[in-house]
């Protein structure tokens, strides 16, 4: 038999690391599906929902850092793939997406499933390429997959099934990517940083994701320069542990001493962090020093003094030497301190989590965080799944928080914590789930998930409602409204749909409940929690914006007749406000 387009391509996935593709065949797919089964090197796992297998596909890729297919037939296949899509170009994660298209002989004349793959895909992806040639292959995929790696972010092969079942050219199907370059900032830029630094008489650092891997470099850093080191979501699980200087996260998430060290430092390092939230940025006196290693982020969120283009983990070892140390003259012993004392009031739902009901979210995490492996991966649904795994949830070396942090989509712990358990098979993966976005998307695949016998564990936290869009409606000084729905028994469903269901109702339960899920084998399992719906997180600093449309909020609560749940409200989190 000749070797067809689809069978090049699958050629030149292969050798460039694709190992796994999520999707649903349908078919515009079907050559090139069959190609796939004939190759025989890359799993394919079938999603009921294009969109859960995109999800998972971002984790995967971005755990891992190699690149993962996703498809989805002409039409409305590819249209459910593309929430995921943004997710990846948001993450910067290489994902390849194959994409059903019509046949050549009917493009643009409207024909049924017909999509025009470079408008649609415009604003989703780094790369969009058509195959409508087979000529076309080696330079189309090679242009896909490099853009997706060397980029980072999604990369689209639309294909006709008419041109995926064509004879290919002779020709050397094989892609060889380039190796990643971790520079250091340049030498002029090195001088400027510590000229600044030392004239400076305090410095505060600032993390975000582009820490990874930099632990020992950021941390020594800091230490010689008597810094307090705060870090936005993404960057806390590589700062905080092991870190006598760490002062927690600034922002509406944010706890301890971070808020302070940012606004009152001479000069603030931020390193790789791109965090969005500016009005939580200092806009003062303080000199700010920018290092990413995309310099298109420079700047951007706050003016810089200093704009820097490296690596994080090369710049800080090469910056180490030329700073003098500090003495720490109480900066820092003030930031950490705010930071203890801080983390002592939030222990309060924690500690006495067992004879609180309904059941502490806070306290759900805690139990959670001790008792799962120091290798666990956890996913955080959107919304308030993220405050507890931000702020309850110990991470380490090893340990891992993924979640849609930048595009924030709603539904993507399910996803992520199946993807994971496909990469690193046995290793805990643990999914933090709202409510509504589990039944929005993790219903269906739970399915999957029983077929494949993946022992992801999910914990739903059931409190019937969007909680942390009734949270921003508060902020907005709105009356919460629009946000309550009704649930069944999510461990009844899981047992129907061949999952092992958790009910857990009394705080006292909690303990056994999460453990008997995190020990369970041979399948997924559904801890079905009933949390407080009232339960609130206070952040470190409260912008009067916030502190005044919450007041406004209540008001209009208390004339709209719910007194009462005002009431609630202030009763549930006495020990917070």
């Known amino acids: 038999m000749s070797k067809t387009v689809a069978d090049g391509l699958w050629e030149m996935l292969v050798s460039a690391g694709v190992r796994r593709c999520y999707g649903i065949v349908g078919d515009a797919l079907n050559p090139v599906v069959d190609a796939m089964r004939r190759n025989g090197q890359v799993d394919f796992v079938h999603v009921r929902n294009e969109e859960f297998g995109a999800f998972a596909a971002v984790a995967e890729a971005k755990l891992t850092g190699q690149p993962v297919a996703v498809c989805g037939t002409a039409g409305p296949g590819v249209a459910h793939l593309i929430n995921g899509m943004v997710d990846a170009l948001k993450e910067e994660v290489p994902v390849i997406v194959l994409a059903g298209d019509t046949e050549t002989a009917l493009m643009d004349s409207e024909t049924v499933e017909e999509l025009n793959p470079y408008r649609f895909f415009a604003s989703a992806a780094v790369y969009v390429g058509r195959l409508v040639n087979p000529g076309q292959l080696r330079t189309v995929v090679t242009s896909a997959v490099t853009a997706a790696v060397t980029r980072g972010g999604p990369a689209v092969v639309a294909l006709p099934g008419d041109i995926a079942a064509a004879r290919a050219p002779k020709d050397r199907y094989e892609i060889r990517l380039p190796r990643p370059v971790s520079a250091p900032a340049g030498a002029e830029d090195l001088t400027a940083m510590a000229e600044m630094i030392n004239e400076a008489g305090t410095v505060a650092v600032f993390g975000g994701q582009g820490c990874a891997g930099a632990h020992a470099e950021v941390t020594a850093l800091a230490g010689k320069l008597g810094a307090p080191v705060g870090y936005s979501l993404k960057g806390k699980q590589f700062l905080e542990h092991d870190n006598a200087n760490a002062v927690g996260m600034t922002g509406l998430l944010g706890y301890g001493g971070c808020h302070h060290a940012l606004q009152h430092a001479d000069v603030l390092l931020m390193l790789g962090t791109d965090f969005p939230f500016s009005d939580f940025l200092p806009h003062g006196d303080t000199r700010v020093i920018q290092v990413d290693r995309n310099p298109q982020r420079l700047g951007r969120r706050v003016p810089v003094d200093l704009a820097v283009t490296g690596d994080v983990r090369a710049t800080a070892a090469a910056l180490l030497p030329l700073v003098a140390p500090k003495s720490d003259g ?8 705010e930071t203890e004392r801080f983390h002592r009031r939030m222990r ?99 399915l999957t998930e029983v077929q494949r016998r993946l022992p992801v564990v999910h914990i739903v936290l059931n409190n019937s409602g969007l909680d942390f869009v009734k949270i921003e409606q508060q902020e907005a000084g709105f009356v919460p409204f629009g946000t309550d729905f009704a649930n069944p028994d999510f461990a009844a469903v899981a047992e129907a749909l061949g999952a092992k269901g958790i009910r857990v109702e009394d705080p006292a339960d909690v303990a056994d409940g999460l453990a008997a899920a995190l020990s369970h084998t041979g399948g997924p399992v559904v801890v079905d929690v009933l949390v407080d719906p009232y339960a609130l997180a206070v952040p470190a600093h409260v912008p009067a914006a916030t502190a005044a449309g919450f007041t406004l909020s209540a008001a209009r609560q208390v004339l709209a007749g719910r007194l009462d749940d005002v009431i609630d409200t202030a009763a549930h989190n006495a020990h917070l406000i």
Do not use: N
Not at 330 to 337: D, P
Not at 380 to 395: E, L, M, N, Q
Not at 400 to 415: D, H, I, K, V
Not at 418 to 438: E, K, M, N, S, Y
């Open 330 to 337: 109480g900066f820092l012993a003030r930031c950490v301190e």
């Open 348 to 446: 309060h739902y924690a500690e006495k989590g067992p004879r609180i009901r309904p059941i502490r979210p806070e306290y759900l995490a805690t139990v959670l965080s001790d008792l799962a492996d120091e290798d666990a991966l956890f996913f955080a649904d959107t919304g308030t799944p993220v405050i507890w795994a931000a702020r309850h949830i110990r991470y380490g070396p090893e340990r891992r928080l993924f979640g849609s942090f930048s595009w924030a989509s709603m539904a993507t712990a399910s996803p992520g914590a199946f993807g994971a358990q496909l990469a690193f098979p046995g290793r805990q993966t643990i999914a933090l789930c709202g409510d509504g976005g589990f039944t929005m998307l993790a219903l269906g695949d739970l």
